[in-house]
């Protein structure tokens, strides 16, 4: 009899299971305050100029590297 209540257990569904887990991972994370956020996002907008900026004169040095080869 033991056995057969263990069998109809009825098992979780697996989009019921990731939400649940979801839930309880995002209850562990250490949420940044607004100025934390505020701050990271500047920074991360400030990176983002600057590597532009360093992607496009190596491209342009590229580009006038290889007009000087061909032509």
Known sequence: ???KAKKVK???NAIQRYFRETTGELRKVSWPTWP??????????LVMVVVGLFLAGVDALAAELLN???I
């Open 36 to 45: 934390e956020a505020r701050r990271l996002t500047l920074l991360v907008l």
């Open 10 to 12: 009825k098992q979780e």
């Open 1 to 3: 009899m033991a056995e």
């Open 68 to 70: 000087l080869i061909l």
